[in-house]
């Protein structure tokens, strides 16, 4: 009801309506048909909740994806403002063989040029550097 108002979003507005939505996007019951009516009054409301949902708990990204998947919104979803929102989304949807990377790679390169490619290397260092982390913290 909150995003079918419209009111003039400030952060106050926009906290609540994230911790809102954070219940339904984490599995509550009934989250398909609330969350499928939220995409379709308002779908950038939506993708702002799931990319501050993911800033806040990467390891919510499994079950966005199942939200997505569950709504068919998948190219919607890769398509958000935070890049590497859009590149971890990605990478898990094509290890779910739901996205053809190499295909989405060059699309985005086509669309959004060294900004992708800048974002795309930056993504791919820091996963790099996590699991550096990870070897040398299980070797110790």
Request: overall charge positive; glycine content about 6%.
């Amino acid at each position: 009801g909150l995003a079918m108002l419209r009111p003039g979003w400030n952060s106050v507005n926009k906290e609540v309506l994230i911790k809102l939505l954070c219940g339904f996007l984490l599995g509550q019951g009934m989250s398909g048909i609330v969350l499928g009516k939220l995409w379709t009054v308002d779908e950038d409301t939506m993708l702002v909740c799931m990319v501050e949902l993911h800033r806040r708990d990467p390891s919510c990204l499994s079950r966005l994806l199942d939200v997505a998947q569950e709504l068919k919104i998948l190219p919607s979803l890769l398509t958000s403002k935070s890049l590497a929102f859009n590149l971890d989304c990605a990478v898990l949807a094509y290890r779910r063989q739901h996205l053809n990377l190499d295909k989405w790679f060059k699309d985005q390169i086509a669309a959004l040029g060294q900004s992708f490619v800048d974002a795309s290397c930056s993504f791919f260092l820091e996963k790099l550097s996590l699991q550096v982390k990870r070897h040398k913290g299980q070797q110790t």
